[in-house]
Structure formats: C-alpha cells, structure tokens
C-alpha cells in the first residue's frame, strides 16, 4: 500500500512496525519527517510537509503507541 501524508493512520502504523523501539516522546519533527519519507511505501511530495501533519502523526502514533 502506498503511503501519502492523509493517510496518518496507515504512516503510524508503519512507523511503529519499521521501528518498534523508538520512544515516540523521543522524536523530534525533523527526525519524524525523515523517518517518513524514507519510508520505501511513501509516494506523496515530501515538500507538502508542515508542522501541522506532522503534529497529528505523532499525535497519532504517540496516542497508538500507549494503547499497547
């Protein structure tokens, strides 16, 4: 499945397969965007890119991760 910056969720997911021992308090905006774009499943334009997407995807895997 390919990844584009609407699909949080599924870019969550991902994140928290590819890299299960990152402590997601840990990660900065900067560290988070690399982390997706070098995701091989991600094929959205990496320049549509805010501080407001990427707020909400580590909001997301943060609120994923402490369901666990």
Do not use: K
């Amino acid at each position: 499945m390919l990844l584009y910056w609407e699909n949080s969720y599924e870019i969550v997911l991902t994140l928290m397969e590819r890299y299960p021992d990152v402590q997601v308090e840990s990660v900065g905006m900067d560290q988070l965007y690399r982390m997706i774009v070098e995701l091989p499943e991600f094929a959205d334009d990496p320049r549509l890119a805010n501080e407001g997407i990427l707020r909400d995807i580590l909001r997301e895997w943060y609120e994923e991760d402490s369901s666990e």
